[in-house]
C-alpha cells in the first residue's frame, strides 16, 4: 500500500480480556517495527523483524506480549490478558534497509484497558 | 547502548520566532539522525534526517546538523507558524550490520502562538 496501515485505529477492552492489533505494512518493506507510546512519554521499542531472520524481542515488556508476521508481510501484535497500564498508541514502522532504511509510521492503534 | 536525550518542553513561542529544539546523542559507531513529527490526533512523520557527519537535514523551513564533535543533531526553523505546532521527537538508528530499530527521545512538546 501507500502507507503503513495500521487496525484498529481505537480498541476499548476490558482488563484480562485478549486483544490482536494489525499492521500492514509498505509494500516491498523487509523491516517492520513495533512501538509503544504511553501518554506524556516518548516512544518505547517493542520487537524488529527483518525478512526471515528470528525477531529481536528485547523491548517485548512482558511475556503476556507476543507478535508475529507471516509470509514476511503483515504483522500481529497480541497482548494476552490486558492490564490498565497497556493503555497506549500502539506504532508499527516499516523501511527498507537495502534503500536508505528511512523508517515509516503508521497512525496507531490507540488501546485502553478499562 | 544507544540514547538521545532531548531538550525538554514544553516549547511556547510567538509566531516568526526563532526555534531551537536541542538534541544530542550516544551511540557506538555512525548512526543515521533523524526528526520525526506527531501534529495533533495524527501518526508520527518523518521531518528530516541525515546519514553522515556534517550532513544537513532539511524540510519545511526546518534544519538540523549531524555534528560528530559534539554529538548532536539540533533541530532550528528561522521563523515558526501557528501550524508548527507539535511534538518533536528526535532519533536515531544503528549503522549498517547493527541493530535497526530507532530509539527515540522523549519529544519535545511545541506551542506557537498568533
Known amino acids: 500500500g501507500a502507507g503503513v496501515s495500521q487496525s484498529p485505529s481505537n480498541k476499548v477492552t476490558e482488563k484480562g480480556k485478549d486483544v490482536e492489533l494489525r499492521c500492514d505494512p509498505i509494500s516491498g518493506h523487509t523491516a517492520l517495527y513495533w512501538y509503544r507510546q504511553s501518554l506524556g512519554q516518548g516512544l518505547e521499542f517493542l520487537i524488529y523483524f527483518q525478512g526471515n531472520s528470528a525477531p529481536d524481542k528485547s523491548g517485548l515488556p512482558s511475556d503476556r506480549f507476543s507478535a508475529e508476521r507471516t509470509g514476511g508481510s503483515v504483522s500481529t501484535l497480541t497482548i494476552q490478558r490486558t492490564q490498565q497500564e497497556d493503555s497506549a498508541v500502539y506504532l508499527c514502522?516499516?523501511?527498507?534497509?537495502?534503500?536508505?532504511?528511512?523508517?515509516?509510521f503508521g497512525e496507531g492503534s490507540w488501546l485502553t484497558v478499562v | 547502548g544507544n540514547s538521545v536525550t532531548q531538550m525538554e518542553g514544553p516549547v511556547t513561542l510567538s509566531e516568526e520566532a526563532f526555534l531551537t529544539i536541542n538534541c544530542t546523542y550516544t551511540?557506538?559507531?555512525?548512526?543515521?539522525l533523524f526528526w520525526y513529527v506527531q501534529y495533533p490526533g495524527e501518526g508520527l512523520q518523518l521531518l528530516l534526517k541525515a546519514t553522515k557527519a556534517d550532513d544537513k537535514g532539511s524540510n519545511k523551513g526546518f534544519e538540523a546538523t549531524y555534528r560528530k564533535e559534539t554529538t548532536s543533531f539540533h533541530l532550528e526553523k528561522g521563523s515558526v507558524q501557528v501550524s508548527d505546532s507539535a511534538v518533536y521527537f528526535c532519533?536515531?538508528?544503528?549503522?549498517?550490520?547493527?541493530?535497526?530499530?530507532?530509539?527515540f527521545g522523549s519529544g519535545t512538546q511545541l506551542t506557537v502562538l498568533p
Open positions: 551511540a557506538t559507531g555512525y548512526p543515521s
Open positions: 532519533a536515531l538508528s544503528g549503522p549498517s550490520g547493527s541493530a535497526r530499530q530507532l530509539t
Open positions: 514502522a516499516s523501511s527498507n534497509p537495502g534503500s536508505g532504511n528511512t523508517i515509516y
